[in-house]
């Protein structure tokens, strides 16, 4: 964080403060560490500080130290609002567009209070006085780790503190295997386990409690499975009946578009997810090397994210989606190929 940043920050903490901290629209661990991380740390500092969402999390999520105190906009809009009202400053985590908090744009953007982001994806807006974006960080839980260090309070940090921002950074890492993970990133969690997070207890809360409707649910994932050699791409379709009639919950279908990126040769994947309710097809999208799904998203599906991971979506049926999909891959051929 740079010091102009730092210095109106620490400004805008300089005395107590109600703080209402939000993440995105179908928050995920790096959304949640973050924001729960950055709370504990404000309340640390003497500062009334509350979490919302836009919407529910996944229950594989809940178990993080804090959870239980998200207040979300779907379940409970007039206290979100009411928050929202009385705030002071409003943090804003692991987004950089007001438009990726769903209905809870409208309030945010009747909201009195002064704005400050910390996040780590591509192309931020213009909203916050304060703005901490850095597009080369692991993860929003990293970042949080060196707001606290900027704000020279590393002492702070907690157990409670290090589980969230442990676990958002392993996530968003792929346990430590993806290009963004740094030497430094190595550093931080080696301080953050020094400070109480446990990495194997967090590990298996994580990745070791699927249900056997989600591992049947990812059998039918797999079955539907289309390679496309020619552009070294591959995806993975699953329409609203497959999703009921394995008893879909909310982030069931995590991670499932990277078997297709693990495929050898293949270096684009896309995983299309009907949701009738919202009449959309969701997208998500991973790469490696050079080739941009932060581009390809952003041109195509309104979307958006990361060069090797982003989301989008489409409202064009499941079926139509996936040919257009198809469609545009000529337009990219050199590049994929030569990526």
Same mark, same amino acid.
């Given at each position: 964080?740079?010091?102009?940043?730092?210095?109106?920050?620490?400004?805008?903490?300089?005395?107590?403060?109600k703080?209402?901290?939000?993440?995105?629209?179908?928050?995920?661990?790096?959304?949640?560490?973050?924001?729960?991380?950055?709370?504990?740390?404000?309340?640390?500092?003497?500062?009334?500080?509350?979490?919302?969402?836009?919407?529910?999390?996944?229950?594989?999520?809940?178990?993080?130290?804090?959870?239980?105190?998200?207040?979300?906009? $779907?379940?409970q809009?007039?206290?979100?609002?009411?928050?929202? $009202?009385?705030?002071?400053?409003?943090f804003?985590?692991?987004?950089?567009?007001?438009?990726?908090?769903?209905?809870?744009?409208?309030?945010?953007?009747?909201?009195?209070?002064?704005?400050?982001?910390? $996040?780590?994806?591509?192309?931020?807006?213009?909203?916050?006085?304060?703005?901490?974006?850095?597009?080369?960080?692991?993860?929003?839980?990293?970042?949080?780790?060196?707001?606290?260090?900027?704000?020279?309070?590393?002492?702070?940090?907690?157990?409670?503190?290090?589980?969230?921002?442990?676990?958002?950074?392993?996530?968003?890492?792929?346990?430590?295997?993806?290009?963004?993970?740094?030497?430094?990133?190595?550093?931080?969690?080696?301080?953050?386990?020094?400070?109480?997070?446990v990495?194997?207890?967090?590990?298996?809360?994580?990745?070791?409690?699927?249900?056997? $409707?989600?591992?049947?649910?990812?059998?039918?994932?797999?079955?539907?499975?289309?390679?496309?050699?020619?552009?070294?791409?591959?995806?993975?379709?699953?329409?609203?009946?497959?999703l009921d009639?394995?008893?879909?919950?909310?982030?069931?279908?995590?991670?499932?578009?990277?078997?297709?990126?693990?495929?050898?040769?293949?270096?684009?994947?896309?995983?299309?997810?009907?949701?009738?309710?919202?009449?959309?097809v969701?997208?998500?999208?991973?790469?490696?090397?050079?080739?941009?799904?932060?581009?390809?998203?952003?041109?195509?599906?309104?979307?958006?994210?990361?060069?090797?991971?982003?989301?989008?979506?489409?409202?064009?049926?499941?079926?139509?989606?996936?040919?257009?999909?198809?469609?545009?891959?000529?337009?990219?051929?050199?590049?994929?190929?030569?990526?």
């Amino acid at each position: 964080m740079d010091t102009q940043t730092t210095a109106i920050v620490k400004e805008l903490l300089s005395e107590t403060k109600k703080i209402v901290i939000v993440g995105h629209k179908n928050p995920d661990a790096d959304a949640i560490g973050s924001c729960l991380g950055l709370s504990e740390f404000l309340k640390t500092q003497g500062h009334v500080a509350t979490v919302l969402m836009p919407n529910t999390f996944p229950d594989f999520l809940k178990w993080m130290p804090g959870s239980e105190n998200i207040l979300t906009y $779907d379940q409970q809009p007039e206290q979100c609002e009411k928050f929202i $009202d009385e705030a002071q400053v409003i943090f804003t985590l692991d987004f950089n567009a007001l438009n990726r908090v769903g209905d809870l744009e409208t309030p945010l953007k009747s909201a009195k209070a002064e704005f400050v982001m910390i $996040d780590h994806h591509q192309q931020p807006d213009s909203y916050p006085v304060a703005t901490y974006s850095d597009t080369s960080m692991s993860s929003t839980c990293e970042m949080v780790y060196h707001f606290i260090d900027a704000l020279e309070q590393l002492d702070s940090l907690s157990e409670t503190i290090a589980t969230n921002l442990y676990t958002g950074i392993m996530t968003d890492t792929g346990s430590f295997r993806f290009s963004s993970t740094s030497a430094t990133t190595h550093r931080v969690i080696a301080d953050l386990i020094d400070h109480g997070a446990v990495n194997n207890v967090i590990h298996e809360s994580i990745y070791d409690t699927n249900s056997p $409707d989600r591992m049947t649910l990812l059998g039918v994932a797999l079955k539907n499975l289309t390679i496309l050699p020619e552009y070294k791409t591959a995806f993975i379709s699953l329409s609203q009946k497959e999703l009921d009639d394995n008893n879909f919950k909310k982030g069931d279908t995590e991670g499932f578009v990277n078997y297709a990126l693990s495929i050898q040769g293949i270096i684009f994947a896309v995983i299309f997810i009907e949701n009738k309710q919202e009449n959309i097809v969701k997208m998500s999208l991973r790469s490696k090397g050079n080739f941009s799904v932060n581009e390809f998203a952003r041109t195509y599906y309104n979307g958006g994210g990361h060069t090797n991971a982003a989301g989008g979506r489409s409202t064009k049926p499941l079926d139509d989606t996936i040919t257009e999909f198809i469609s545009i891959l000529p337009h990219h051929k050199d590049a994929l190929v030569n990526a």
